[in-house]
């Protein structure tokens, strides 16, 4: 599956890059939402071999789905108005969003291993 070994090893660029900026915080912080939009096109994209997958990865990527669903749907509570957007909230919406990253991480380095 060549796909999956390009989207792994662009993923691992996008995050080494945004390891990089966090010497700039903000910066760092805007390019997480370009490697989460780019993370979700690799789910979609890596939905396609679903039935190739082992159950370990199988499971690891309907956990990573509905993680990001939940996350997105913070988001969306937070912009509507329907959570307060307290500090905390929006840290730990981005924490998760970071782990997320490394998740998505580990998933593609499994399918293209």
């Known amino acids: 599956m060549k796909t999956t070994r390009v989207i792994y090893q662009l993923n691992i660029t996008l995050i080494v890059f945004n390891l990089?900026?966090?010497?700039m915080p903000f910066y760092a912080l805007l390019f997480l939402i370009?490697?989460?939009a780019f993370q979700i096109l690799f789910a979609?994209?890596?939905g396609f071999y679903f039935k190739e997958m082992s159950p370990a990865i199988r499971t690891n990527y309907l956990l990573y789905i509905l993680l990001v669903a939940s996350v997105l749907y913070t988001f969306f509570l937070v912009n509507k108005g329907f959570l307060d957007s307290g500090q905390q909230l929006i840290t730990l919406c981005f924490v998760?969003?970071?782990c997320l990253a490394f998740h998505n991480l580990f998933i593609t380095y499994k399918i293209q291993k």
């Open 44 to 46: 979609i994209i890596i």
């Open 96 to 98: 998760t969003s970071i």
């Open 20 to 23: 990089i900026l966090i010497i």
């Open 34 to 36: 370009v490697l989460g």
